[in-house]
């Protein structure tokens, strides 16, 4: 059964960074399209951006010019770098694997002074 577990959520201040981790176990995930939405307090859940099987990258306007996706393929992991952190940024991130509509539990991404 394919999972994605997201990781590496937590509290920073504004203008901090974080790195969230997607490990996609029972896929070779370099293989498969991936993305990161999020949702905040009551909010509908947004996309945050897109790694393709090509390894293009799509990121939304929100967070374009602070976030960066990548791949470690040995580690069979995707990455969110957030940079320049705002508190508008506050929500649960999660890893979506579209081909086979799938998603993560979800991590808590806090900003705030």
């Known amino acids: 059964q394919v999972q994605p577990v997201e990781s590496g959520g937590g509290w920073v201040q504004p203008g901090g960074s974080l790195r969230l981790s997607c490990a996609a176990s029972?896929?070779?995930?370099?293989?498969?399209?991936m993305s990161w939405y999020r949702q905040a307090p009551g909010a509908q859940r947004e996309l945050v951006g897109t790694?393709?099987?090509?390894?293009?990258?799509y990121y939304t306007d929100p967070v374009k010019g602070r976030c960066t996706i990548s791949r470690d393929n040995a580690q069979n992991t995707v990455y969110l770098q957030m940079d320049s952190l705002k508190p508008e940024d506050t929500a649960v991130y999660y890893c979506f694997i579209p081909r086979l509509n799938t998603w993560g539990q979800g991590t808590q991404v806090t900003v705030s002074s």
């Open positions: 029972g896929i070779e995930s370099r293989f498969y399209t």
């Open positions: 790694i393709t099987s090509g390894d293009k990258t």
